[in-house]
């Protein structure tokens, strides 16, 4: 009788559980679709002056113009392929540079200060640098969004390590176990959930990056789409690749809750 109670009571709590999250996401759904009918009421009444902010539905008609000239999947997938190159060489050579750091505590106290003020420094004012070392092509934005996240991915991993339960580290070293060893058995399972959140910052730093090396140098992606509308004043063209960049950094997001669902939330 006891089991049958707690099986209901917990059959009850994921009901309630499922239905939070339908009304969660239907909430989303709507405030989306509010904010789309204010702006489109706004432009339509001329409330704004629509050429400054469009329109929903000249966004959607500017979208399916480049689909038509076959221009749209040509400029998204090129700054897809420029982002997540960068972001796949931030996180892996940052994760890998903060385990050097707290392997090494005289190297961490030797670097931590050049690392503050290069992550203080604005990135923006090395594009000049950037295009002499690598040209205006690919390389240099993919390079400008590896410096954009590579410092975050080092401070956040490198705050997880040194975040691990010292008592546990004691405990694993009076038992006998290597540095080595304390490293894969307990330091890096337990920054796993600080791993997941520097993935979450360096998402959007990775679009930031990618987006800043296309304004500053580049023949095609968003970026350069978003600087030529503003050029020739299409303003159309600007909103509808800001857009496609929000739903491709959305994208991108989930991919990386889904990551943290599998591997902190599931049961073992």
């Given at each position: 009788m006891?089991?049958?109670?707690?099986?209901?009571?917990?059959?009850?709590?994921?009901?309630?559980?499922k239905?939070?999250?339908?009304?969660i996401?239907?909430?989303?759904a709507g405030?989306?679709?509010?904010?789309?009918?204010?702006?489109?009421?706004?432009?339509?009444?001329?409330?704004v002056?629509?050429?400054?902010?469009?329109?929903p539905s000249?966004?959607?008609?500017?979208v399916?113009?480049?689909?038509?000239?076959?221009s749209?999947?040509?400029h998204?997938?090129?700054?897809?392929?420029?982002?997540?190159?960068?972001?796949?060489i931030?996180?892996?050579?940052?994760?890998?540079i903060?385990?050097?750091?707290?392997?090494?505590?005289?190297?961490?106290?030797?670097?931590e200060?050049?690392?503050?003020?290069?992550?203080?420094?604005?990135?923006?004012?090395l594009?000049?640098?950037?295009?002499v070392?690598?040209?205006?092509?690919s390389?240099?934005?993919?390079?400008?969004?590896?410096?954009?996240?590579?410092i975050?991915?080092?401070?956040?991993?490198?705050?997880?390590?040194?975040?691990?339960?010292?008592?546990?580290i004691?405990?694993l070293?009076?038992?006998?176990?290597?540095?080595?060893?304390?490293?894969?058995k307990?330091?890096?399972?337990?920054?796993?959930?600080?791993?997941?959140?520097?993935?979450?910052?360096?998402?959007?730093?990775?679009?930031?990056?990618?987006?800043?090396g296309?304004?500053?140098?580049?023949?095609?992606?968003l970026g350069?789409?978003?600087?030529?509308?503003?050029?020739v004043?299409?303003?159309?063209l600007?909103?509808?690749?800001?857009?496609?960049?929000c739903?491709?950094?959305?994208?991108?997001?989930?991919?990386?809750?889904?990551?943290?669902?599998?591997?902190i939330?599931?049961?073992?």
């Open positions: 006891k089991n049958e109670q707690i099986s209901a009571g917990h059959a009850a709590f994921l009901r309630r559980e239905k939070n999250a339908a009304v996401r239907a909430a989303r405030v989306l679709l509010l904010l789309l009918g204010i702006w489109e009421l706004a432009a339509a009444t001329e409330i002056d629509p050429f400054i902010i469009s329109s000249r966004v959607a008609a500017t399916a113009e480049l689909w038509k000239n076959g749209l999947l040509y998204v997938g090129t700054t897809l392929w420029e982002t997540l190159a960068g972001f796949a931030a996180v892996s050579l940052g994760s890998l903060a385990l050097t750091l707290w392997w090494s505590e005289r190297a961490r106290k030797i670097f200060p050049y690392i503050v003020v290069i992550n203080s420094l604005p990135k923006i004012a594009g000049p640098v950037i295009i070392w690598f040209g205006s092509g390389a240099a934005i993919v390079f400008m969004t590896v410096l954009v996240g590579i975050v991915a080092v401070m956040n991993m490198l705050g997880g390590f040194l975040a691990t339960d010292k008592n546990k004691t405990l070293r009076s038992m006998g176990a290597s540095k080595l060893q304390i490293l894969t307990l330091v890096i399972p337990s920054a796993l959930p600080q791993f997941i959140g520097m993935l979450k910052v360096c998402v959007g730093m990775a679009w930031i990056g990618s987006i800043m296309e304004y500053i140098a580049s023949k095609a992606g350069y789409l978003i600087v030529y509308g503003g050029q004043f299409r303003l159309d600007v909103m509808a690749a800001t857009l496609i960049l739903v491709l950094a959305a994208g991108m997001y989930a991919l990386v809750a889904l990551a943290e669902k599998l591997l939330r599931s049961p073992k």
